[in-house]
């Protein structure tokens, strides 16, 4: 059965203060690993898609990372607007399109 | 602007009784999805349509139901028949071509069902 694992669960940042966020997962062939953000109430926002292991994307303080099971998000010296939970998502090569999210890391960055 | 809407924002019923939510897409994509979202969770799929005139259950679909005539349009019935449908409701649409699989979210409805 597919999994998907997000840890920590929750994260409080200092601001400036860098971490990285763990998604682990197995899913039987990886079409693509999706990293979304969402703040409360509202949809969340695409960041980054990664499609093999040693692939990495950036986008300001936030950088992806993906091996072959597992990927990372490392916030670089982080600011209080980069609080937010960040789902990860892999799609399995059989699915169609189905995503299979995590439950989730919840970041605070305090100024 | 491209995106995709969903209204309302807040929706409350009384249980028994079936509500609608509403998902309008102008991206011109062909997939539409319907998430639900409860605390602590991952997403879990309802239901999702690759075309019009067409959908497939997702993993969690009992007690809902979804048409597609409208490529634009993928409006989700919550039924009374669903035992726990207080939740936070999230639409997605993807091009879901080679290349481009991403989803992209709607703002979501807030379902109160007492």
């Known amino acids: 059965e597919d999994q998907v694992t997000q840890s920590p669960e929750a994260l409080r940042l200092q601001e400036g203060e860098s971490s990285s966020l763990n998604c682990s997962y197995t899913v039987s062939g990886l079409r693509g690993l999706f990293w979304y953000r969402q703040d409360p109430g509202k949809g969340p926002e695409f960041l980054f898609t990664?499609?093999?292991a040693g692939e990495e994307k950036e986008k300001e303080r936030l950088k992806a990372t993906l091996t072959k099971k597992e990927s990372f998000l490392h916030i670089t010296a982080p600011k209080p607007e980069d609080s937010a939970t960040y789902l990860c998502a892999p799609t399995p090569s059989d699915s169609w399109g189905k995503l299979q999210f995590g439950a989730g890391t919840q970041v605070v960055v305090t100024p | 602007d491209g995106g995709i809407t969903q209204s309302p924002k807040y929706l409350f019923r009384k249980e028994g009784q079936n509500v609608t939510l509403s998902c309008e897409q102008n991206?011109?994509?062909?997939?539409m999805y319907w998430y639900r979202q409860d605390p602590g969770q991952g997403l879990r799929l309802i239901y999702y349509?690759?075309?019009?005139?067409?959908?497939q259950k997702g993993d969690i679909a009992e007690g809902y139901s979804v048409s597609r005539e409208k490529k634009e349009s993928f409006p989700l019935t919550v039924t009374s028949a669903q035992k726990n449908p207080t939740a936070f409701y999230l639409c997605?649409?993807?091009?879901?071509?080679?290349?481009?699989?991403?989803?992209?979210f709607g703002p979501g409805t807030r379902l109160t069902v007492t």
């Open positions: 997605a649409s993807s091009l879901h071509r080679a290349g481009t699989y991403e989803q992209y």
């Open positions: 990664l499609y093999s």
């Open positions: 349509s690759q075309i019009v005139n067409d959908f």
């Open positions: 991206l011109n994509h062909d997939a």
